[in-house]
């Protein structure tokens, strides 16, 4: 099945602890983002990369680091820089970035839940 | 920059009810999307509408791209107990189109 995946589903970290969030998509697509949400709020762009090693910062990058060595994996780190990392993880994909009209609409995996202890 | 407004904030229907719910933004969208959230997962695309004017339908779900380009409606008819969740709705930014606004969404529930 094509999709984008996310693992692990929840994960918990203690606090001054780096974790890495994994991101794949099978889809053939050339860009890919993540998103934070917090409870009762919207999506926030972290990072995205619009292609193969090339990433830009989102409005809300810091704390946060991240790696396009292959087209279909963008895995998100929190670093311990991140002051309040307890929140819900989202990444997309899409088609293609750039362009218009239905190459830029993202899909999204089923998010990873992060708590610090 | 660019923000999207979404209305009711949360609302709470009877089964077999009709929703209506919008987006409004002060500046110009070329693309509007609909996505529905369901507790805990990802968000997932219902309607996506690339042309001002546009009326498109995906089953209990229409979606209307407004004329002036700064608006697009979502309405949801006979509303079932599954959905239930949060939709947003969302634009491309001008200037980078990889990038999507999101609106702050509408939180529906359903009772029966």
């Known amino acids: 099945d094509g999709g984008i995946t996310q693992s692990p589903k929840y994960l918990f970290r203690k606090e001054g602890q780096n974790v890495t969030l994994s991101c794949e998509q099978n889809?053939?697509?050339?860009?890919m983002y993540w998103y934070r949400q917090d409870p009762g709020q919207g999506l926030r762009l972290i990072y995205y990369?619009?292609?193969?090693?090339?990433?830009q910062k989102g409005d809300i990058a810091e704390g946060y680091s991240v790696s396009r060595e292959k087209k279909e994996s963008f895995p998100l780190t929190v670093t311990s820089a991140q002051k309040n990392p307890t929140a819900f993880y989202l990444c997309?994909?899409?088609?293609?970035?750039?362009?218009?009209?239905?190459?830029?609409?993202?899909?999204f995996g089923p998010g990873t839940r992060l708590t610090v202890l | 920059g660019q923000q999207l407004n979404q209305s009711p904030q949360s609302m709470f229907i009877q089964e077999g009810e009709d929703v209506s719910m919008n987006c409004t933004s002060s500046s110009i969208f070329n693309t509007w999307l609909w996505y529905k959230q369901d507790p805990g997962e990802g968000p997932v695309l219902l309607i996506a509408l690339y042309k001002a004017g546009e009326l498109t339908s995906n089953g209990r779900l229409t979606a209307q791209f407004g004329i002036t380009r700064k608006d697009s409606f979502l309405n949801i008819s006979a509303s079932i107990p599954s959905d239930v969740g949060i939709y947003f709705c969302?634009?491309?930014?001008?200037?980078?189109?990889?990038?999507?606004?999101f609106g702050t969404g509408t939180r529906l529930q359903v009772t029966l």
């Open positions: 990369s619009q292609i193969v090693n090339d990433f």
């Open positions: 889809l053939n697509h050339d860009a």
């Open positions: 969302a634009g491309p930014n001008t200037g980078t189109a990889s990038k999507l606004t």
């Open positions: 997309a994909s899409s088609m293609s970035s750039g362009g218009t009209g239905s190459t830029d609409t993202q899909y």
